[in-house]
T-cell receptor, first 112, second 116 residues
Framework: AQSVTQLDSHVSVSEGTPVLLRCNYSSSYSPSLFWYVQHPNKGLQLLLKYTSAATLVKGINGFEAEFKKSETSFHLTKPSAHMSDAAEYFCVVMPNTDKLIFGTGTRLQVFP | GAVVSQHPSWVICKSGTSVKIECRSLDFQATTMFWYRQFPKQSLMLMAT?????????EQGVEKDKFLINHASLTLSTLTVTSAHPEDSSFYIC????????????FGSGTQLSVL
């Protein structure tokens, strides 16, 4: 069975400090992996995606994620948090089907 | 970039009425669209897969007579919540897949439905 686990429901950082949002997946196949961001009462915006090319994926707004097959992880990082990064982040796996499987989300708070 | 327009962005209705939500791909064709439901502070749950010109495929536990999906053209899918009840209040989001590219999905901005 395919699944995705976001290890932290809530992460708080100070502005200017690094961000780490953790994600582990389970898939029988080589999946495609995504990170989406959702601001309050808004739709989802794609941050980045991994589709079996380079394992280090760079996304928008300074975010990046590294696909580690041995650890079945796809953690999202950013060197320096900005106030505007405060939002809900979803790790998503797409197995060999069209369906997306969403993690439970991580709420990122950024303090000044 | 590709845009998916979802309308309305929020709607309040009386219990027992029906509400229609539209999802349009503005600059690409989408043979497949997806409808999700999101409860407050929870993740997105796939409700159904909408296929142009054919019946939608519903996920287990989703009432197809309650949530009517129509995908009449390559750029439009609609979700109708029939005889809405307060427990149907939720945030509904659609996504559209670029034809032929499985990983290329774009999301609408969502519809907040409140049933009184």
């Amino acid at each position: 069975a395919q699944s995705v686990t976001q290890l932290d429901s809530h992460v708080s950082v100070s502005e200017g400090t690094p961000v780490l949002l953790r994600c582990n997946y389970s898939s029988s196949y080589s999946p495609s992996l995504f990170w989406y961001v959702q601001h309050p009462n808004k739709g989802l915006q794609l941050l980045l995606k991994y589709t079996s090319a380079a394992t280090l994926v760079k996304g928008i707004n300074g975010f990046e994620a590294e696909f580690k097959k041995s650890e079945t992880s796809f953690h999202l990082t950013k060197p320096s948090a900005h106030m505007s990064d405060a939002a809900e982040y979803f790790c998503v796996v797409m197995p060999n089907t069209d369906k997306l499987i969403f993690g439970t989300g991580t709420r990122l708070q950024v303090f000044p | 970039g590709a845009v998916v327009s979802q309308h309305p962005s929020w709607v309040i209705c009386k219990s027992g009425t029906s509400v229609k939500i539209e999802c349009r791909s503005l600059d690409f064709q989408a043979t497949t669209m997806f409808w999700y439901r999101q409860f407050p502070k929870q993740s997105l749950m796939l409700m159904a897969t909408s296929n142009e010109g054919s019946k939608a495929t519903y996920e287990q536990g989703v009432e197809k007579d309650k949530f009517l999906i129509n995908h009449a053209s390559l750029t439009l899918s609609t979700l109708t919540v029939t005889s809405a009840h307060p427990e149907d209040s939720s945030f509904y989001i659609c996504s559209a897949r670029v034809e032929g590219i499985r990983e290329k999905l774009f999301f609408g901005s969502g519809t907040q439905l409140s049933v009184l």
